[in-house]
């Protein structure tokens, strides 16, 4: 009996403290976020032009030096167990 009391009064206040906290936060006004300022930039399109395509040249000669090393990794221990085997038979 005291059992069921105390909880029923433990109920009660856990209802109304999540019911007032519920109203509170509901009471304050909402947030608005203010855009930054837009900044103008003006920009000659042949200088854009010709960093875009200094970067794009610049990329494709790191690819190119980059795919060739690969490659050359990857054949060169073919040919030396080829070589090996043939020795190895002779």
Do not use: W
């Not at 010709?50 to 790191?62: C, F, G, P």
């Amino acid at each position: 009996m005291v059992t069921r009391k105390l909880s029923t009064a433990l109920v009660a206040v856990g209802l109304s403290v999540g019911l007032l906290a519920q109203n509170a936060t509901g009471a304050e006004g909402p947030v608005r976020q203010k855009a930054p300022l837009a900044t103008e930039f003006k920009v000659d399109a042949q200088v854009f032009r010709n960093e875009i395509d200094a970067y794009v040249r610049e990329l494709n000669e790191q690819l190119r030096t980059t795919l060739n090393q690969d490659l050359r990794r990857e054949l060169t221990p073919k040919v030396v167990l080829t070589s090996h085997e043939l020795r190895a038979r002779g």
